[in-house]
């Protein structure tokens, strides 16, 4: 199982960014699928969780900016970052709890840059 995140990047504050993570590899189900960050020197935060219902979280920092969402297949998971501001700068990864043929595990992505600075 892989997960892939993609979408980092340079923006100025205020900016959009939409970041991807696509699953792949013997999948039979995907649980809760999230975004995480980690800002140069700090500890790796939870972002936004959805669950495999569609309910979702989020971190009090990126209500109404951010927005988490699945595809139909619930494989690619995404983050819409709207409003961006200088302290969203950070290292996003997806993580994914996945159930394979063997196992149910919690599995990780790259991580992708995000730099918000004018």
């Known amino acids: 199982v892989q997960l892939q995140a993609s979408g980092g990047g340079l923006v100025q504050p205020g900016g959009s960014l939409r970041l991807s993570c696509a699953a792949s590899?013997?999948?039979?189900?995907?649980?809760?699928m999230n975004w995480y960050r980690q800002a140069p020197g700090k500890q790796r935060d939870l972002v936004a969780r959805?669950?495999?219902?569609?309910?979702?979280v989020y971190t009090d920092s990126v209500k109404g900016r951010f927005t988490i969402s699945r595809d139909d297949a619930k494989t690619t998971l995404y983050l819409q970052m709207n409003r961006l501001k200088p302290e969203d700068t950070a290292v996003y990864f997806c993580?994914?709890?996945?159930?394979?043929?063997?196992?149910?595990?919690?599995?990780w992505g790259q991580g992708t840059e995000v730099t918000v600075s004018s």
């Open positions: 959805m669950t495999n219902g569609g309910s979702t």
């Open positions: 993580s994914a709890n996945i159930q394979t043929g063997t196992r149910v595990g919690d599995y």
């Open positions: 590899g013997t999948i039979v189900s995907i649980n809760a």
